[in-house]
């Protein structure tokens, strides 16, 4: 029997570096794990946007737009970068001007990038119309999102598939021009039967042949079973990331999914011993990044004296 191929996206050299080192990486620290990974034939990579942005100004003291070429280069002319943007706020804190929004998706077009996942955090469609259309109209794959969490127990509120499937409705009926559909949980926290239930009404909604993406992450260490339960549903892709920055707060590890889905209906497609070398290079790069466990002070960093009375 014949298995579903598996796309992914490569999420190591954004969310990775966001949700494990605030998105404080230098360039040509990691240009060399870019490079292990093409060869390893990821073809599919996430190259910037939201915090790393950002981070890139702020504290590498790097221009963000030098380091998306230099991503270019160091990927080569076909793989698939993608970049994340906040709606209106585009890559920043606050909403833009429009003129910024369509400056942003054009100068990311400039500098190489070819799709951008576009969400609103709170799911108002009114931040994804404008800034989805100027995705689109520099020629840019436009993904949209469905943001997805779970409540806490004992709190209310209306997150469930009816809820996402209200989002979807929303952004159908708005016409907002996109190239595929991600649900996106941030947080990883959405169980696997809401993930499972959402893809599967989504899948019947959409027109036949919409690439539908899920993603999440493993803060709340299901991370693995939700994606499984995304591709039952109908899902075309998922998010993995790359030791060191894989698991935790960041997506499930591309070989943790791998063996996840050894023996079963799906195939991520990927040679393992070339991904376990990639592996190999991306933890040699990022070896300055650690500090390594004898390096932690274990004493008080003010000295202690007893009280009056205490021993």
């Known amino acids: 029997m014949s298995k579903k ?15 494990v080192y605030g998105a404080r990486v230098l360039t040509d620290d990691f240009l060399p794990a870019v490079e292990a ?9 996430e190259a910037g946007g939201g915090a790393r942005f950002q981070s890139l100004y702020f504290y590498c003291n790097e221009d963000a737009f030098q380091m998306m070429d230099r991503f270019r280069s160091a990927a080569g002319p076909d793989v698939n ?12 804190l606050d909403s833009q001007p429009s003129d910024v929004i369509k400056l ?43 943001s997805m969490m779970e409540l806490p127990p004992g709190c209310t509120g209306a997150h469930d598939a009816d ?24 947080s990883g926290t959405a169980v696997p039967a809401t993930v499972y239930e959402t893809i599967k009404r989504a899948r019947k909604m959409l ?20 994606y499984k339960a995304a591709l039952d549903a109908g899902a075309d892709a998922i998010d993995l990331s ?3 920055v894989s698991g935790g707060t960041c997506q499930p590890d591309l070989v943790v999914m791998w063996h996840a889905l050894r023996h079963s209906d799906y195939d ?9 070398e990639a592996e190999r290079i991306f933890k040699e790069c990022m070896k300055d990044y650690f500090v390594p466990p004898e390096a932690i002070a274990v004493e008080p960093l003010i000295p202690w004296s007893p009280m009056p009375g205490e021993p």
């Open 5 to 19: 191929k598996i796309k992914f996206m490569c999420t190591a050299f954004r969310d990775g570096f966001q949700s």
């Open 37 to 45: 990974a093409r060869d390893a034939g990821i073809d599919w990579m």
């Open 81 to 92: 970068l993608q970049t994340l943007a906040r709606g209106v706020n585009v890559v920043g």
């Open 104 to 146: 942003h998706a054009k100068l990311f077009k400039k500098h190489g990038i070819t799709s951008i996942r576009n969400f609103d955090a709170l799911n108002d469609v009114n931040n994804l119309i404008y800034s989805g259309k100027c995705i689109h109209e520099a020629g840019l794959n436009h993904q949209v999102c469905v």
């Open 163 to 186: 809820f996402y499937e209200k989002c979807l409705r929303s952004i159908l009926d708005a016409d907002v021009p996109f190239d595929s559909v991600c649900f996106k949980d941030a």
């Open 207 to 226: 027109p036949e042949g919409t690439h539908i993406h899920f993603h999440t992450h493993e803060t709340g260490g299901i991370g693995v079973m939700s």
């Open 242 to 244: 790359l030791v060191p």
């Open 268 to 276: 991520l497609g990927i040679d393992i011993e070339k991904v376990l």
